[in-house]
């Protein structure tokens, strides 16, 4: 058997796959403007970061060009298409979908690189994630500065910090930063690549909390909660703890094949459900003084259906945003169970950054949710 051959095959069909999806967007946008870049590409993903970035309430495309409006009743009348800052579902399927294939070409890389077989590259990742959630705080901050007429990154450059075209730009800086480590290391500055992967993360990471912090002291429209980091992390950690303990004791068979890397996985899961039972259901307790909404439509959903199932005097006192929590904890348990001892023997880098995007759904939102409560945007 020519295994390197089979995986230069493969990633001949990937790169043809991917060049004949691109082909197949542009050449219908082209032939079919109406129908496919203003009803598909403009109206579910490209619209709804422009209206975001822009801070307008909605976008509507007529005629070639796209208006802004600041009136929910004008969006609400609008000629479609319409498009709203937020998440669809066809948005985030076709996220996911990006998603998949991004990490296929990335366990190529891997493999040309020759490095990622080991659990040390999702260590060495995780300051990443935690930078993504800073950095789209950094555009809600630049959308509250935008309000007193103080924005600090003018339209079209905020559009890189918004999700989830931010999704692509931490990306290519965690992709340039794993190049550079490699590099590094195969000139002997570092024995390993995974040390100045993380050092990296963690100086991106230090650079945006920096930046937020500096707003915080140096304007009025951001503020500074620590309470609020204080009871998510907390609070995610305690629900951890307990899930863990219980899985160790009753269930250990689900964390066999993951070992630790799942209780990091249950934890970033868990920081995201803590968050927005913090933010949406414990806002008033903590002393914040914005509004907040769910952003996702399975997390605005799921508070709909606790809504119309509890009675008011119940949610009034327990909220409505919980159930996510469990869901979330659940779903991470599930996660954990599939990873099985066989799929790290048998294909470990497709596990590790399967893992690692996992990881990133949960703690990249939850973290951005905790920041933006925190300095109060």
């Not at 946008?29 to 109406?34: E, G, H, I, S, T």
């Not at 993504?132 to 007429?149: F, K, P």
Request: proline share 5%.
């Amino acid at each position: 058997m020519n295994t390197a051959s089979e995986g230069f095959d493969n990633e001949r069909a990937w790169a043809g796959a991917v060049a004949a999806a691109v082909v197949a967007l542009v050449g219908g946008a082209l032939v079919f403007p109406k129908r496919v870049y203003d009803g598909f590409i403009w109206h579910y993903f490209w619209g709804p970061v422009v209206a975001d970035a822009k801070g307008a309430s909605c976008a509507v495309r007529q005629g070639g060009t796209t208006r802004f409006l600041d009136d929910a009743t004008a969006c609400a009348t609008a000629p479609e298409p319409v498009a709203v800052p937020g998440y669809t579902l066809v948005s985030e399927v076709g996220y996911a979908v990006t998603l998949i294939v991004a990490l296929l070409g990335v366990v190529f890389l891997l493999r040309r690189l020759d490095v990622g077989r080991n659990r040390g590259l999702f260590y060495a990742l995780f300051p990443f994630m935690l930078f993504g959630g800073a950095l789209r705080v950094v555009e809600d901050a630049n959308d509250a500065l935008r309000e007193v007429g103080a924005e600090a990154i003018p339209f079209p450059w905020n559009t890189l910090i918004i999700s989830p075209i931010i999704y692509f730009t931490v990306f290519f800086v965690t992709l340039g930063a794993l190049v550079a480590s490699v590099w590094l290391a195969r000139r002997d500055v570092f024995e390993n690549y995974e040390r100045p992967l993380a050092g990296i993360g963690t100086l991106v990471l230090v650079a945006t909390m920096g930046y937020l912090f500096f707003l915080a002291f140096t304007t009025r429209r951001v503020g500074f909660y620590p309470q609020v980091t204080v009871v998510v992390l907390v609070g995610a950690t305690l629900v951890t703890a307990v899930v863990w303990k219980g899985i160790d004791r009753y269930a250990p068979e689900i964390n066999a094949g993951t070992g630790f890397i799942g209780a990091v996985v249950i934890w970033g899961h868990s920081v995201d459900g803590v968050a927005n039972v913090a933010v949406l259901d414990w806002a008033g307790a903590l002393g914040l003084k914005g509004e907040y909404g769910a952003k996702h439509p399975v997390n605005a959903a799921i508070i709909d259906v606790t809504s119309a199932v509890l009675p008011e005097s119940v949610t009034a006192v327990i909220g409505t945003a919980w159930p996510f929590l469990l869901v979330k904890i659940v779903a991470a348990l599930a996660v954990v169970w599939v990873f099985d001892e066989q799929i790290f023997e048998e294909s470990p880098r497709y596990a590790i950054l399967l893992l690692v995007a996992i990881l990133a759904v949960g703690l990249g939102p939850g973290t951005r949710d905790m920041l933006r409560a925190t300095f109060g945007i």
